[in-house]
């Protein structure tokens, strides 16, 4: 396997395009996460099934977010996408997410070139409102069995404000 952070770079982030890396699809309750020293995928763990990813996550190579992790990715498609895939992604938005104190953002995406939808999604508010609130529940309790209430969506925020935390998460990797 290839090592995403040397092969990849973060994407054309300005004209709101990056590369995403899938690490969990939609609808798994495994908690698989890139392991950077080791350039490969590896199951961190099993989550109860009531936790189960209402979207594909994933990361943007060559980011670091506060938490010092790659910057997380929520990629939004009709079907589940399988670990170890990359896509072209057009940022719609981000969610503003603490993890146990620290800030753990999670940019949202979706394809860049969706031929499905005719490209109509383009910001959070093109996204069903029930699909809003189902990522921010899923967020907001799926720790709840191990450490209730360490988990807190701060709210949303626009492209322009996603692309920020992008252009900070690269200066970040560039500078380790």
């Given at each position: 396997?290839?090592?995403?952070?040397?092969?990849?770079?973060?994407?054309?982030?300005?004209?709101?395009?990056?590369?995403?890396?899938?690490?969990?699809?939609?609808?798994?309750?495994?908690?698989?996460?890139?392991?950077?020293?080791?350039?490969?995928?590896?199951?961190?763990?099993v989550?109860?099934?009531?936790?189960?990813?209402?979207t594909?996550?994933?990361?943007?190579?060559?980011?670091?977010?506060?938490?010092?992790?790659?910057?997380?990715?929520?990629?939004?498609?009709?079907?589940?996408l399988?670990?170890?895939?990359?896509?072209?992604?057009?940022?719609?938005?981000?969610?503003?997410?603490?993890?146990?104190?620290e800030?753990?953002?999670?940019?949202?995406?979706?394809?860049?070139?969706?031929?499905?939808?005719?490209?109509?999604?383009?910001?959070?508010?093109?996204?069903?409102?029930?699909?809003?609130?189902?990522?921010?529940?899923?967020?907001?309790?799926?720790?709840?069995?191990?450490?209730?209430?360490?988990?807190?969506?701060?709210?949303?925020?626009?492209?322009?404000?996603?692309?920020?935390?992008?252009?900070?998460?690269?200066?970040?990797?560039?500078?380790?």
């Amino acid at each position: 396997m290839a090592d995403f952070n040397k092969i990849l770079t973060p994407g054309d982030y300005e004209n709101g395009i990056v590369n995403v890396v899938i690490e969990i699809p939609t609808g798994s309750n495994h908690k698989i996460e890139w392991n950077r020293d080791l350039a490969a995928f590896q199951l961190d763990r099993v989550e109860p099934a009531i936790f189960a990813k209402p979207t594909n996550y994933g990361f943007i190579p060559q980011t670091l977010d506060e938490d010092g992790d790659e910057l997380d990715a929520l990629i939004i498609t009709d079907q589940p996408l399988i670990t170890g895939i990359f896509l072209e992604a057009k940022i719609i938005g981000v969610m503003k997410f603490e993890d146990d104190g620290e800030i753990d953002d999670k940019v949202v995406v979706v394809p860049a070139d969706d031929r499905h939808t005719g490209n109509a999604i383009n910001t959070l508010a093109d996204l069903p409102e029930r699909l809003i609130q189902q990522i921010e529940h899923h967020f907001t309790h799926y720790k709840d069995l191990k450490k209730p209430g360490s988990t807190i969506v701060k709210g949303w925020g626009d492209a322009e404000e996603a692309k920020e935390i992008i252009r900070e998460s690269i200066v970040r990797w560039n500078e380790k």
